[in-house]
């Protein structure tokens, strides 16, 4: 096995830190649909509820709290009467556009590759 130089270890720890300080902020099964929903437009609560299959009200509102504390949603109030919340994305969260469409794209691949090959019996 090959030992590995310090300047290996600390090339690897320079990948895998920002590595997994996104997966830290986009941890979990659903912030990322949270994010693709807004993607497509501002929504309420109610939108993004009826958009995004299985999701509870109670996780709903915690990952967008956990969103909105990390600059990738802004949650805006409308003085109307009732009051409307609108929740869309930020710049911020629009950087993501990317990283979600390489997501989409390496699913969508990998997808295609495992439903290709014949099942084991």
């Known amino acids: 096995m090959k030992r590995l130089e310090p300047s290996d270890h600390k090339e690897c720890m320079g990948r895998i830190r920002p590595v997994n300080d996104a997966l830290d902020v986009l941890n979990g099964k659903w912030k990322l649909p949270i994010i693709i929903s807004l993607s497509l437009g501002n929504k309420r ?42 929740y869309s994305l930020t710049d911020y969260g ?25 099942a084991e019996v």
């Open 94 to 118: 629009r950087s993501l556009d990317d990283v979600i469409e390489a997501l989409h794209k390496w699913g969508t691949q990998h997808r295609k590759r495992i439903m290709s090959k014949p």
């Open 45 to 86: 609560f109610n939108e993004m509820e009826r958009e995004i299959p299985k999701i509870t009200a109670r996780m709903l509102s915690k990952e967008l709290r956990e969103l909105e504390m990390n600059e990738l949603v802004k949650r805006t109030v409308h003085d109307n009467i009732p009051v409307v919340i609108e």
